[in-house]
């Protein structure tokens, strides 16, 4: 019964969800008010200097005012914090 209403679109969303879904509203509303750089304009800055590196994608504490980018080249993983307010590098982790 849940696969069939999966398929439909009918199912109920998951609540990991929902924390995700507000960072994106967060990120957006603070974007569009000017409060926040915007994300693509941090990761094209960034994601560049990353060679050798996969982009696994970005997380956003927004009460912290920060973007987390995280890549990853073979086992290792990292994570380049950046200010959403200035899109300064706050610090990096994880090399």
Known sequence: MLF???LTGLAPASADSRPRDREQDAAFKATQDGSFVPLR???GRI???MRGFTYLGPELDPSAGRYRLK???GPQVVWIDVDARTGQVLGKSGF
């Open 71 to 73: 890549f990853m080249r």
């Open 41 to 43: 304009q941090i990761e």
């Open 47 to 49: 994601v560049p200097q």
């Open 4 to 6: 069939a209403l999966a």
